[in-house]
């Protein structure tokens, strides 16, 4: 279909692009926690930082390079996740304003023409939002479904891996190209 070319290419964006993945997946797993209290009360937090991230994306990314941060951010909510499990509800709140601020600065596309530009910001926001929330639902389903005893600890196992592998990924950013 003619002017959707921006939006298939942009659903490759989390593939491409690590850091958006990983940060999709850390919010997924944070979330999908204590979905019926983080949805409701998050949702908002995240997209009110999701549409600022969007208004102030080309200020905000000359300022705070893209990748650390949300490698950074990926952590801290792994990290959150693993550590703290489904009492960390205040704490997660607080960290989604600051998700969906990384999240919609990442998402924004490359200058161009106004109608690719949309299409591929849309086409990259669908695609982290994609892995988002089939994990959310997949973490929700097994807390209500299986014991809670094994499920949250396979939940804070994933989770800690994937604020090891966020660290991991900061660390060679940070240290920058070799020789």
């Known amino acids: 279909m003619p002017g959707l070319d921006g939006v298939y ?4 964006v989390p593939l491409a692009e690590p850091a958006i993945g990983m940060l999709a997946v850390a919010l997924g797993l944070l979330i999908g926690r204590d979905l019926p209290h983080r949805v409701t009360q998050g949702a908002p937090l995240y997209l009110a930082g999701l549409a600022a991230g969007l208004l102030a994306a080309r200020p905000l990314t000359a300022v705070v390079p893209t990748e650390p941060a ?7 909510a792994g990290a ?19 998700i969906g601020l990384g999240m919609g600065a990442a998402c924004l ?4 023409p106004a109608a690719a530009m949309l299409g591929t910001g849309l086409g990259a926001l669908a695609g982290a939002h ?19 005893g094994p499920v949250d600890i396979g939940l804070r196992i994933a989770a800690s891996w994937l604020a090891a592998l966020a660290l991991l990924m900061l660390a060679l950013v940070l240290a920058g190209p070799v020789g």
């Not at 959150?80 to 989604?96: C, E, I, K, Q, V």
């Not at 596309?109 to 161009?112: I, K, Q």
């Not at 089939?134 to 479904?145: K, Q, S, T, V």
Request: proline share 11%.
């Open 9 to 12: 290419a942009g659903f490759a």
């Open 70 to 76: 949300l490698l950074a951010l990926a952590a801290l």
């Open 80 to 98: 959150l996740s693993a550590l703290t499990g489904d009492r960390a509800t205040p704490l997660a709140l607080g960290l989604l304003p600051m």
């Open 109 to 112: 596309p490359d200058p161009g």
């Open 130 to 148: 994609i892995v988002l929330l089939p994990l959310c639902g997949a973490a929700d389903m097994a807390f209500e479904r299986l014991p809670r």
